[in-house]
Nanobody, 121 residues
Framework: VQLQAFGGGLVQAGGFLRLSCAAS????????MGWFRQAPGKEREFVAA?????YYADSVKGRFTISRDNAKNTVYLQMNSLKPEDTAVYYC??????????????????WGQGTQVTVSS
């Protein structure tokens, strides 16, 4: 599976962005999909995941929404009410065997290249 994330950019605090991640392959619907982010000097952290259900980090719950369109082989991350602390490189990832509940980077076997999100105060 190859993943390509896009949709990042510069936005003011309180604004919104929608990230997309396009996947290659015909078995996209079988994969749990996740979004992670990495801020400068910090470890990559879980943001959200989806397969049968959706899962969110506490820091984004109520502001971010993950969704997927299996017909388009695409997963989305709608980010509302953005805060400066949301600034990071956002990565999409695929887990070929999980149910989407994993928050561990090591459970995701495929990764996209990342897209920069910068939120100004």
């Amino acid at each position: 599976v190859q993943l390509q994330a896009f949709g990042g950019g510069l936005v003011q605090a309180g604004g919104f962005l929608r990230l997309s991640c396009a996947a290659s392959g015909r078995t996209f619907s079988n994969y749990a999909m996740g979004w992670f982010r990495q801020a400068p000097g910090k470890e990559r952290e879980f943001v959200a995941a989806i397969r049968y259900s959706t899962y969110y980090a506490d820091s984004v719950k109520g502001r971010f929404t993950i969704s997927r369109d299996n017909a388009k082989n695409t997963v989305y991350l709608q980010m509302n009410s953005l805060k400066p602390e949301d600034t990071a490189v956002y990565y999409c990832a695929a887990d070929s065997s999980g149910d989407g509940s994993s928050r561990s980077r090591s459970d995701y076997n495929y990764w996209g290249q990342g897209t920069q999100v910068t939120v100004s105060s």
